[in-house]
């Protein structure tokens, strides 16, 4: 069970977990193959896969979470409610294979740079379903 799961609130439910894309864990592996002879890429590929493994970000219907670390932990929470934006970028090759990064922003100064994607669009699509849930509620 993970960060998200284990801090769920009572009528909390996840709507979207978002994932890496596949071509991260593509260049981790290059890394390892081409650069492994000389120890590098297996520290590349070691620290790129923990970060993978130990990253969790989620949209439920109250907040949007994105939690990082392994041994130390990181959270940056923004509730539903206070969303204002998301903005969505992606270049050509992300727009061709389905990744991006989205940058939340909230009332204030709360602001949450997710790390590139897979499916942000899902992910965009996701919040703003959370955001009409929250809505309904009252």
Request: charged letters at 20%; proline letters at 2%.
């Amino acid at each position: 069970m993970g960060y998200v799961e284990q801090t769920l609130s009572s009528d909390e439910v996840v709507v979207l977990k978002a994932r890496f894309h596949f071509f991260q864990h593509l260049a981790s592996w290059l890394a390892l193959i081409v650069l492994g002879i000389v120890i590098v890429g297996i520290i590349i590929f070691l620290r790129r896969e923990i970060r993978f493994a130990t990253t969790e970000i989620a949209a439920t219907n109250h907040r949007i979470v994105l939690k990082t670390g392994w041994l130390t932990r990181r959270t940056e929470e923004l509730p539903v409610h206070a969303v204002e934006e998301v903005s969505l970028f992606q270049g050509f090759f992300g727009k061709l294979f389905g990744f991006g990064w989205l940058r939340i922003t909230g009332t204030g100064e709360g602001c949450i740079d997710l790390p590139t994607i897979a499916a942000p669009m899902k992910f965009r699509a996701a919040i703003e379903e959370a955001r009409s849930w929250k809505r309904k509620d009252g």
